[in-house]
T-cell receptor, first 114, second 110 residues
């Protein structure tokens, strides 16, 4: 099993450019999450989804959009990248959410905005 | 705002010693989980302890939970160089989300 796969793994953008990060999971999980990780800050939740066709805002949603058109995929979009969005982005999935589930993480996508 | 806060921020020990990391949180939880992150990699789930449990073991890992103090500890016994990583606690409330602390960086010296 591949588990959770993120693409691309590395990307460099110029300020104002747009891009989409793709997350795919093959575990038939209902819940999917996008986090960003910055030094000394731990992981902060950007957006999450509790099922196909649903999305919700997390702790730091500004500047990002998401879509969950298919159960196995969760896309994170940056419409107009800013240097403050330089970070490592992690996608995660869970079978049952916070009440009983554990998170399965991808390997991360390192984004640099110049 | 972050729910969990790990302590210490960094810990350096010799191989064979025990490593203890602590996590404090602020609100009621359903469960608390510990994750490990090797450098440049994603997080890996280690252990989950529910709010009605006080202690749990998994191999060389021992986790305790004190809901009255809103704190948890992770003990790694007989540490190895391969245990070098960052360790995060994550709290799950009665909703869908997990909230992570800033982590403890553990270095195990051979």
């Amino acid at each position: 099993n591949a588990g959770v796969t993120q693409t691309p793994k590395f990307r460099v953008l110029k300020t104002g450019q747009s891009m989409t990060l793709l997350c795919a999971q093959d575990m038939n999980h209902e819940y999917m999450y996008w986090y960003r990780q910055d030094p000394g800050m731990g992981l902060r939740l950007i957006h999450y989804s509790v099922g196909e066709g649903t999305t919700a805002k997390g702790e730091v949603p500004d500047g990002y959009n998401v879509s969950r058109l298919k159960k196995q995929n969760f896309l994170l979009g940056l419409e107009s990248a800013a240097p403050s969005q330089t970070s490592v982005y992690f996608c995660a999935s869970s079978l049952a959410g916070g009440e009983t589930g554990e998170l399965f993480f991808g390997e991360g996508s390192r984004l640099t905005v110049l | 705002s972050q729910q969990g806060e790990e302590d210490p921020q960094a810990l350096s020990i010799q191989e064979g010693e025990n490593a203890t990391m602590n996590c404090s949180y602020k609100t009621s939880i359903n469960n608390l989980q510990w994750y490990r992150q090797n450098s440049g990699r994603g997080l890996v789930h280690l252990i989950l302890i529910r709010s009605n449990e006080r202690e749990k073991h998994s191999g060389r890992l021992r986790v305790t939970l004190d809901t009255s103090k809103k704190s948890s500890s992770l003990l790694i016994t007989a540490s190895r160089a391969a245990d070098t990583a960052s360790y995060f606690c994550a709290t799950a409330n009665y909703g869908q989300n997990f909230v992570f602390g800033p982590g403890t960086r553990l270095s195990v010296l051979p």
